[in-house]
């Protein structure tokens, strides 16, 4: 690795001012992306700021909101009874991502802000917009068999990996960060970003904000909930499409659903078409055949991912149905 | 599942806080006159712990047992302290990416991959290596498994495997076949000898009776 000086702030004040002071720094957490990147020469950071001795370890209830600070490991998380009980789709996609070992050591914060990202960016042999603006993107007439079928451009048809994000995604949560200027609320499902023209930005977060935690507001969806993720291996792979699928019935109609898909675009792709089309329907084969047909309509596919279409829409109506029935 | 409790918060310790502020006192003035970079020396009026670029900054673990003061550049892996600077060549770097398990250890007790961490990010932490599972002579039962059921080849694997295995069972992960293989998936073992991973583990969980 490159050398970097680290300093390690006791309060959230002095971690924002040492980034205020030196814009080439960046927050480390568990580290298991940002190391990795580092490793590859892909992030070359001058100073690292351990963040670990902030406060930010708390999971309560605030009212009927669930707060999650910003450090709760994933494995924790995961394992914390309030989310197994009241937020099941939560804990499914977090025990779906990673491995053990990498779930003890990855925090939400670091979830978050894990880059989204593909071989050519790791490449640094590789032409890549997003490591490098406007050297082109190596992946739209490379292999491109994980890429994006949706939000891409012509800059970046790169996918956000995470499994935790895309049921945070669904279940409307939202992100606190902190920063000089004082704190800010930001909506899950607007904290990433599409490539658009500037595929260098994976999320809204300023430079020098820092994520504080992440709230999951009230939901009826304890009961008819599903985190199905199709990979290349039976665990420890990233998906190659990942479906999240949350409903509330009552009397054999869907009040309330919502469904959010990973690996298939630069952030959790929520489908709201979708979920339009099953509000107040009956939860048959049908009506899931027919949001699945809805949700894929608009995907864009490349050489070697055009399976992924096939594969979302399959995708989508199997996790419609586990979900109905569970 | 069943799930070890553990709290959710975790305060910091007074007494780290107040090792890391001697330090800062020592080292802040011995910095100033190796290096005198003006943003280090503004830094250090606000940050409790800071090392410059090359700089070797001390930290205390407990490692196998033993207490240990170190000094480590910021940029040297928990992984590649354990094998470089204390020849505890048990650990085993396969990818150094966090992808194949090689490099587990325990800290305070949970598997992570060592390869993704840095030295001086586990400050007072307790680090357990394959070298510290057993007692003596006395192998760790999760190691008689792995002999009795032939749970390698080539062994590069091994010492991950069985810090992890030790940490599956630990963690109540251990319930069937299934879940073993769920929550081992993060060690990879090239030479394909799962089915004997998976029996050695079982035969632990099951009080060591099936063999």
Known sequence: ???????????????????????????????????????????????????????????RQDGNTLHIGALVLNSDLAAHELVK??????????????????????????????RTRCTY???????????????????IGGINRMHAIFGASDNCIAVHPSDMCVALAALDATVLVAGPKGERRIPFTDFHRLPGNTPQLDNN??????????????????????????????????????????????????????????????????????????????????NFRLAATIATQGAKTYAHNGFKKDLAFNSIQTALLKAATA | MPQEN???????????????????????AVMA????????????????????????????LEINGKKMQ????????????????????????????????????????????????????QEGKKITTIEGLSNGDQLHPVQEAFIRHDGFQCGYCTPGQIMSAVACLHEGHAGSPEQIREFMSGNICRCGAYDNIVNAIMDVKNGGQTA
């Open chain 1, 85 to 114: 009980t009241q937020h099941p789709l939560l804990s499914e996609a977090l025990l779906a991502g990673a491995s053990q070992q990498l779930r003890n050591m990855a925090t939400v914060g670091g979830n978050m802000m894990q």
């Open chain 1, 121 to 139: 960016f790791y490449d640094t042999s590789m032409p890549c917009n997003k490591r490098q603006p406007n050297s082109g993107c190596g992946a």
């Open chain 2, 33 to 60: 006159l190796a290096l005198a970079p003006p943003l280090v020396l503004k830094a250090a009026q606000h940050d409790e712990a800071i090392a410059a670029v090359f700089e070797k900054m001390p930290v205390n």
């Open chain 2, 70 to 121: 170190l000094s480590v550049e910021p940029r040297v892996t928990l992984l590649d302290l354990l094998r470089e600077q204390l020849a505890l060549t048990g650990t085993k770097k396969g990818c150094d990416h966090g992808q194949c398990g090689a490099c587990t250890v325990h800290v305070n007790g949970q598997r992570i991959n060592s390869c993704l961490t840095l030295a001086v990010m």
């Open chain 1, 1 to 59: 690795m490159n050398p970097f000086s680290y300093v390690r702030p006791n309060s959230l004040k002095a971690a924002i001012d040492a980034m205020a002071r030196d814009h080439s720094a960046r927050f480390i957490a568990g580290g298991t992306n940002l190391l990795d990147l580092m490793k590859n020469g892909v992030t070359l950071p001058e100073k690292l700021i351990d963040i670990n001795q902030l406060p930010l370890r708390e999971i």
């Open chain 1, 205 to 286: 977060l300023a430079k020098n904000e820092l994520i504080t935690a992440v709230e999951i507001p009230p939901h009826p969806f304890t009961k008819h909930i599903c985190y199905l993720k199709v990979r290349d291996r039976a665990s420890y792979a990233f998906a190659l499409v990942s479906v999240a699928v949350a409903m509330d019935i009552s009397d054999n109609v869907i009040r309330n659903i919502r469904i959010a898909m990973g690996g298939v675009a630069h952030k959790p792709w929520r489908l709201p078409d979708a979920e339009k089309a099953l509000t107040g329907k009956a939860p048959t084969s049908d």
């Open chain 2, 6 to 28: 553990k709290p959710s918060s975790v305060p910091p310790k007074k007494d780290k806080q107040e090792a890391r502020r001697d330090f800062l006192k020592q080292s802040s």
